[in-house]
């Protein structure tokens, strides 16, 4: 069974760091894409950065500089290290690995930032 597990979400003040993990199932972490996306209320679900096998790395513009992502390939894991939070970053944070076709989702974690 494919899991992806996030943790690490949760209260901070605005310019606070938060990292968020992901545990994933170890037969797909190897060959999927991964990323996290978020979702805000009243809000569409956005891509907030990827990270695929080789180590290339896109981030949405909203948090480029502010958000890294990375992997740690023997704990299959892959994190997001988020710094100088803003109110606007406050969102259920989701992990998300695509595997060829298939895309499998985490359950999300909440991260509220307050000014």
């Known amino acids: 069974q494919v899991q992806l597990v996030e943790s690490g979400g949760g209260f901070v003040q605005a310019g606070g760091s938060l990292r968020l993990s992901c545990a994933v199932s170890r037969s797909i972490f190897w060959s999927a894409a991964m990323g996290w996306y978020r979702q805000a209320p009243g809000k569409e679900r956005e891509l907030v950065a990827n990270?695929?096998?080789?180590?290339?790395?896109n981030y949405s513009e909203s948090v480029k500089g502010r958000f890294t992502i990375s992997r740690d390939n023997p704990k299959n894991t892959v994190y997001l290290q988020m710094s100088n939070l803003k109110p606007e970053d406050t969102a259920v944070y989701y992990c998300?690995?695509?595997?060829?076709?298939?895309?499998?989702w985490g359950q999300g974690t909440q991260v509220t930032v307050s000014s």
């Open positions: 998300n690995a695509k595997f060829g076709d298939v895309v499998y």
């Open positions: 990270i695929i096998f080789g180590g290339a790395i």
